[in-house]
Each structure stands twice: as C-alpha cells, then as structure tokens.
C-alpha cells in the first residue's frame, strides 16, 4: 500500500516549457486535490476532483490544467512555464472528502523550480 | 479567505505547553490540522466538526469554537518530535465552501532541550 505517489521529486524547467506532473493513489480514494507551497507560506489549493471525469477550479489555478480519467490518476499539466510557478506541489486524496471525516493524506510533495 | 492563524512562531523548553490559534472570517463547518516537518508531506493530526468539539491525539488537543469561527490546537508537555509548521485548514459554509479547504499560513513550533 504505497498511498499517494508524486513522481518527479525535483525538476527544473526553463522559462515556457511545459511539463506534467504525475499523482497516483492506490487508496480508491475518490477525491482527489493539488496544492502549491511557497517557500514559508501555506498551501494553496490549484485544483481538485471529486471522481473521475468531475474535475474544478481551486484558489490559484491559472497557467495550469488537470485531468482525471482514473480513481486512481491525478495528473497536473504547466503548460508555458513562469518564475511565479516555482514551488512544492502536493498531491493529495481523502475518501470521500472534507465534510464525511475524511483527513487528506499527501504525497511527498514534488520540487519544481522555474529559470 | 484564509484563516489566520497565531502565533507565527514559537520556541519552548521541552515539557512546555503550547497553544496555536486559528481564526476564520467566514462560517465554519469543519477544521482540520496538520504538521509538517521540513522537506516533508504535511501529517494529519485531526479534523473537529461540531461547534465546542474537543478531540484529543496523545498530548495534542483541540477546540472548535463554531460561533466565534475559531479553532485552537493544544500541545502538552510539549516533546522534540512536536517540532515543525503547524497548519489548520478550514472549510467554510455556504457557497465557496464545501470540498475546499483553505489552510492557514502555518505556526512554526521548535522545542529545545
């Protein structure tokens, strides 16, 4: 049972290329979230999904894009990348969601930096 | 809108106790709190529902006030592993609420020997 699984750990990407980063759980964990983390801030929510197929707008989700064609797969797409752009994302899933009692469990977090 | 969370750091003594406040400017239906130590995933500590819940995690507790929309998460006897960046995250009612959690800035707590 490996949880959320993030996959880069660290990238770095020159100004307007683009680059997907991958989330799978193996939890059948319907909800499914991204957070960015700046450096000392808190989280932020970019997207998230409540099933496969159902996917919406978190608080920061300009210059990105997700899809859902899977319980188990979450994939966040930068498309153009921009030095705003540097930061920790995390992975996240609960079973169903906030309001049933449903902690968020992450992945370990992948490190993105933008030059 | 984001809670506000206090103090925005703060160092004890081991054995010392602890309290972190979040406060939110909107009606809450949930709070949940999480640690995260540095380079790593943020841990769940646990999730208060109803207005005036206590819920207990070892020496970790917390309070939701659901009319003052505040939370307070308790350390006691506080122990080096307590250390790291403590976070709520708050749901709020009504729209814009609901199935997004809006965390807090973060308290970094540090306990010495």
């Known amino acids: 049972n490996a949880g959320v699984t993030q996959t880069p750990k660290f990238r770095i990407l020159k100004i307007g290329q683009s680059m997907t980063l991958q989330c799978t759980q193996d939890?059948?964990?319907?909800?499914m979230y991204w957070y960015r983390q700046d450096p000392g801030m808190g989280l932020k929510l970019i997207y998230y999904?409540?099933?496969?197929?159902?996917?919406d707008k978190g608080e920061v989700p300009n210059g990105y894009n997700v899809s859902r064609s899977t319980t188990e797969d979450f994939p966040l797409r930068l498309e153009l990348a921009a030095p705003s752009q540097t930061s920790v994302y995390f992975c996240?899933?609960?079973?169903?969601?906030?309001?049933?009692?449903?902690?968020?469990?992450f992945g370990n977090g992948t490190r993105l930096t933008v030059t | 809108q984001q809670p506000v969370q206090s103090p925005q750091a703060v160092i004890l003594r081991e054995g010392e106790d602890a309290v972190i406040n979040c406060s939110s400017s909107?009606?809450?239906?949930?709070v949940h709190w999480y640690r995260q130590k540095h380079g790593e995933a943020p841990v769940f500590l646990m999730i208060?529902?109803?207005?005036?819940e206590q819920k207990g995690h070892e020496k970790i507790s917390a309070s939701f006030n659901e009319k003052k929309q505040q939370s307070s998460l308790y350390l006691t006897a506080s122990q080096l592993s307590y250390s790291g960046t403590y976070f709520c995250?708050?749901?709020?009612?009504?729209?814009?609420?609901?199935?997004?959690?809006?965390f807090g800035t973060g308290t970094q707590l540090k306990v010495e020997l």
């Open positions: 996240a899933s609960s079973y169903p969601g906030y309001r049933d009692n449903s902690p968020l469990h």
């Open positions: 939890m059948n964990h319907n909800y």
């Open positions: 995250g708050t749901e709020s009612l009504g729209p814009g609420g609901g199935n997004k959690l809006t």
């Open positions: 999904s409540v099933g496969a197929g159902i996917t």
């Open positions: 208060l529902l109803k207005g005036g």
């Open positions: 909107k009606a809450l239906y949930s």
